[in-house]
C-alpha cells in the first residue's frame, strides 16, 4: 500500500467538520476534487441551507488555487452574486489568492476561511439583499478598491509609482522617504510593497498596465 499523501491527510481533517465531502482523484491521480453537500448554519447554529458543491485542487496542492464550483444551482449566475454561468465561484480578490498559492494552503482552513463564507454570504443576500461584511466590485475595479482599502495605496498616480518601483527594482530604503512623500518608507508603505512583491510578476504588470489606461 502507497504512502498517504499531504492532500489525504488534510482531507481526513476537513471531514471531522464538514463530514457530507467526498474526495475521488482525477487525470490519472495528479489532481483531485472534493465534492458533497456543504450545510451552512448562522453563527449561533440554526440551518440555513445546504450547497452541491464541487472543490478542484491540481498536483501542486498545497501550493494551489483551488477552483469552487456551486453544483446545486441554488445561486443564481450573475456577476452580483460573484459566480460565473458554469457555476464557478469567485471567493476572494485573486492577490489574495495568488498569496494562498504562495504560501501553501491547508484544506480544512480553506473550506471554514473561503468556501464556507462565500455560501453563508449568499443565503445573507438572498435574505437581506447585501452581502454582511460588504463585497469587492467587479473586474479592475474591484482591484482598485483592493488598492484603496487593504494596500492604503488611494490614488491611481500612486500605485504606478510602487508597481514601477517593484518591477524595475527601484524602491527605497527603509529610512528614506516613502514614495508617497509623506513618511520614511519603514514607517508607510512598505507592508503594501511586501504583499505586492509576493505576487507573480505578470499580475503586477497586468496591474501596471490597468492603472496606467486609467491616466489616457
Same mark, same amino acid.
Given at each position: 500500500m502507497g504512502s498517504v499523501s499531504l492532500f489525504e491527510n488534510d482531507f481526513e481533517e476537513a471531514t471531522r467538520f464538514f463530514p457530507k465531502l467526498k474526495y475521488r482523484k482525477i487525470e490519472k491521480g495528479k489532481s483531485w476534487v472534493v465534492s458533497?453537500?456543504?450545510?451552512?448554519?448562522?453563527?449561533?447554529?440554526d440551518y440555513w441551507g445546504t450547497f452541491v458543491i464541487?472543490?478542484?485542487?491540481?498536483?501542486?496542492y498545497p501550493y494551489c488555487v483551488p477552483l469552487v464550483k456551486e453544483i446545486s444551482k441554488v445561486i443564481k449566475?450573475?456577476?452580483?452574486w460573484h459566480i460565473d454561468e458554469d457555476g464557478y465561484c469567485?471567493?476572494?480578490?485573486?492577490?489574495?489568492?495568488?498569496? @494562498? =498559492?504562495?504560501?501553501?494552503?491547508n484544506l480544512t482552513n480553506f473550506i471554514k476561511n473561503k468556501v464556507y463564507p462565500y455560501f453563508a454570504n449568499q443565503i445573507y443576500k438572498e435574505n437581506e439583499g447585501k452581502y454582511a461584511a460588504g463585497e469587492y466590485l467587479h473586474n479592475f475595479e474591484g482591484v482598485q478598491q483592493f488598492y484603496r482599502e487593504e494596500l492604503n495605496i488611494g490614488s491611481v498616480e500612486l500605485a504606478i509609482d510602487i508597481l514601477q518601483g517593484i518591477i524595475f527594482r527601484k524602491l527605497p530604503e527603509r529610512n528614506e522617504l516613502c514614495f508617497c512623500g509623506e513618511k520614511k518608507f519603514k514607517s508607510c508603505h512598505l507592508n503594501s510593497v511586501e504583499f505586492l512583491r509576493?505576487?507573480?510578476?505578470?499580475? @503586477? =504588470?497586468?496591474?501596471?498596465?490597468?492603472f496606467s489606461k486609467m491616466l489616457i
Open positions: 458533497g453537500e456543504l450545510d451552512v448554519s448562522d453563527q449561533v447554529g464541487a472543490i478542484y485542487l491540481s498536483d501542486s449566475r450573475d456577476d452580483d469567485c471567493l476572494d480578490i485573486e492577490h489574495k489568492m495568488l498569496l @494562498l =498559492k504562495k504560501r501553501g494552503m509576493s505576487m507573480p510578476i505578470d499580475r @503586477l =504588470k497586468t496591474d501596471l498596465d490597468e
